[in-house]
């Protein structure tokens, strides 16, 4: 059974940090990625990671805050955030590439997989 399980969300403080987890079962899997969707707005792409770990790629808007990474071993993919602002707050998702290995898809309809989410809420 194919399983995404995010964890790591929280409540915390602007300025903060978070590390969220997301635990892969089932497959292997390409391209994986982190999306996030806030109350009354559309699913939106934040980073994604190659197979591989070596090519990242974030929104410019978590650009020098935010890094994806990924331990295929563990069967892991995390997003440590940093500096976090109350714009950030969200439900944010892990998603998961069957196709892709090298170059990852923004956009969310390039996902064969989703976690459930996990709500970060930032306070100002």
């Known amino acids: 059974q194919v399983q995404l399980v995010e964890s790591g969300g929280g409540l915390v403080q602007a300025g903060d940090s978070l590390r969220l987890s997301c635990a892969a079962s089932g497959r292997t899997f390409g391209c994986m990625g982190w999306f996030r969707q806030a109350p009354g707005k559309e699913r939106e792409f934040v980073a994604a990671?190659?197979?591989?770990?070596?090519?990242?790629y974030y929104a410019d808007f978590v650009k020098g805050r935010f890094t994806i990474s990924r331990d295929n071993t563990k069967k892991m993919l995390y997003l440590q955030m940093n500096s976090l602002k109350p714009e950030d707050t969200a439900v944010y998702y892990c998603a998961a590439d069957t196709g892709r290995y090298i170059t990852p898809s923004r956009r969310s309809v390039g996902y064969d997989y989703w976690g459930q989410g996990t709500q970060v809420t930032v306070s100002s």
């Open positions: 990671i190659s197979r591989s770990g070596g090519s990242t």
